[in-house]
């Protein structure tokens, strides 16, 4: 079992940065992670996956180029660094973890998730 905790949401303005963290406890060997959102009123939608050595990244095409995903296994820790925040990027960021050493994008593709943080952008 894998317990996950997100941190670092908040509220900012357009075109700012924030980058959230999911500190991971249990078996966490071998496992990819991944970070998804839900808007209020829509789906949990996938944002961006790593795999558990972090050599393969995916990323959802509306954050390619302003979101980075990454680990750092002696901490067990992911992050998301999310730039250029957009109001449409206004959601519940949960992080997901996924028992197989290879990331995935769907939400079948995970096995454990944390409670989520949120993230507000707006003026």
């Known amino acids: 079992q894998v317990q996950l905790v997100e941190s670092g949401g908040g509220l900012v303005q357009p075109g700012e940065s924030l980058k959230l963290s999911c500190a991971a406890s249990g078996r966490t060997l071998n496992t990819a992670m991944g970070w998804f959102r839900q808007a209020p009123g829509k789906e949990r939608v996938f944002v961006a996956s790593i795999s558990w050595s972090g050599g393969s990244t995916y990323y959802a095409d509306s954050v390619k180029g302003r979101f980075t995903i990454s680990r750092d296994n002696a901490k067990i820790t992911v992050y998301l660094q999310m730039n250029d925040l957009k109001p449409e990027d206004t959601a519940v960021y949960y992080c997901?973890?996924?028992?197989?050493?290879?990331?995935?994008?769907?939400?079948?593709?995970?096995?454990?998730w944390g409670q989520g943080t949120q993230v507000t952008v707006s003026s």
């Open positions: 997901a973890g996924r028992k197989y050493i290879n990331s995935g994008r769907q939400l079948d593709d995970f096995d454990y």
